[in-house]
């Protein structure tokens, strides 16, 4: 009954901060794509005492350290087409409806510019882990293109010229998350595809769970929040390759 309780929980902090994001875009004009705090299609996110805010066109940074106080320390132009934006450890990469952009926190004030990869135009999520990035880019009436895929790119050992290792072709690919060796990609009504990335060049499917239209995912500890068509649904990831669904919201 307690763990029923958390994740339930989970859920409604979950639907908490999905709307908050919607407030935040609704704000700042930032357009149709993004639909997850923490997931890969957020818009924003917190590293250290600094807030990242990305719109259309570019990259907004405020000092946080008095939350009641944000000021902003820099913006910084990036194109006209940008979508979302994922931190790890001390970079953020930034997905566009043409290109990964990668920027270093060195600075977390003003981020620094290290390099960038362009792909066919379609809608452009990313997440990272270790030294591999893990892009979908996915056809769509905003986005243009015709290529729906998930790609893997190496970016640990030269930042400034990531290397594409491997393009797996998929139906419709949303958002993405990361739960230690294992990828979850949402790729809509083909379900939450799950790949085992222990070796990311060989990056291979292992199985996929259906039964709803997947936008979405955030991997929170042993817990997968997955946002679908009409509501969420929430998985046990005690074992992140075999996801166990424990609850849904609609």
Do not use: W
């Not at 379900?191 to 259906?210: E, R, Y």
């Amino acid at each position: 009954m307690k763990k029923i309780l958390y994740y339930t929980a989970l859920a409604f902090c979950a639907i908490l901060l999905l709307s908050l994001q919607a407030c935040e875009k609704s704000n700042l004009n930032t357009g149709n794509s993004g639909t997850g705090t923490g997931g890969s299609l957020a818009r924003f996110t917190i590293s250290g005492n600094y807030l990242y805010i990305v719109d259309h066109t570019s990259l907004k940074t405020y000092n946080i350290t008095n939350p009641n106080n944000p000021v902003r320390s820099s913006t910084q132009y990036l194109n006209n087409d940008i979508e979302t934006i994922y931190p790890y450890r001390d970079k953020l990469f930034i997905g566009s409806q043409s290109a990964m952009y990668i920027y270093s926190l060195s600075n977390p004030a003003i981020p620094v510019f290290e390099s960038n990869v362009s792909h066919v135009r379609a809608c452009d999520p990313v997440v990272a882990k270790d030294n591999y990035a893990y892009v979908t880019v996915r056809s769509g009436s905003t986005c243009g293109g015709v290529v729906n895929a998930l790609m893997v790119y190496e970016v640990g050992n030269n930042m400034e010229q990531p290397i594409l290792h491997k393009t797996i072709d998929l139906e419709q690919p949303y958002g993405l998350g990361i739960s230690h060796n294992t990828l979850y990609v949402c790729d809509a009504n083909k379900g939450l595809k799950i790949f085992d990335i222990s070796s990311p060049q060989a990056t291979n499917s292992i199985g996929v769970k259906t039964g709803y239209k997947f936008y979405d995912c955030i991997p929170y500890n042993d817990v997968l929040v997955c946002m679908v068509e009409g509501g969420m649904v929430v998985y046990d990831i005690t074992n992140p390759r075999d996801p166990v669904f424990v609850a849904k919201t609609f």
